[in-house]
């Protein structure tokens, strides 16, 4: 069973696929927060003004989340330069 280091994470392949995961995690949230189970100051909207407040926190949510990612990626990458120690992963092939 081989042994491999992760010693960088590649900030594009973070760029590829999470915003993607957190905009399906916030339309799902923003379907309880606007729709589902809405607040006292939710319920006062019409329909067009909870859509478009769904939208504005999806894509808010997206963004804050990636660039929390990057962040957290950058900060990986940096310490684990510093230090030279990484995360050890254990690969086994499919059968």
Same mark, same amino acid.
């Given at each position: 069973?081989?042994?491999y280091?992760?010693?960088?994470?590649?900030?594009?392949?973070?760029?590829?696929?999470?915003?993607? %995961?957190?905009? @399906? !995690?916030?339309?799902?949230?923003?379907? &309880?927060?606007?729709?589902?189970?809405?607040?006292?100051? +939710?319920? #006062?909207?019409?329909?067009?003004?909870?859509?478009?407040?769904?939208?504005?926190?999806?894509?808010?949510?997206?963004?804050?989340?990636? %660039?929390?990612? @990057? !962040?957290?990626?950058?900060?990986?990458? &940096?310490?684990?330069?510093?230090m030279?120690?990484?995360? +050890?992963? #254990?690969?086994?092939?499919?059968?």
């Amino acid at each position: 069973m081989p042994l491999y280091d992760i010693k960088k994470v590649q900030i594009s392949s973070i760029l590829k696929i999470l915003p993607l %995961i957190f905009l @399906i !995690i916030g339309g799902v949230v923003g379907l &309880f927060v606007f729709f589902l189970f809405p607040t006292d100051l +939710v319920i #006062s909207l019409n329909f067009v003004a909870r859509m478009l407040s769904w939208v504005v926190f999806m894509v808010l949510y997206t963004a804050v989340m990636v %660039i929390g990612s @990057i !962040i957290t990626a950058c900060a990986y990458n &940096f310490i684990t330069s510093k230090m030279n120690n990484s995360i +050890v992963v #254990s690969l086994e092939p499919r059968e």
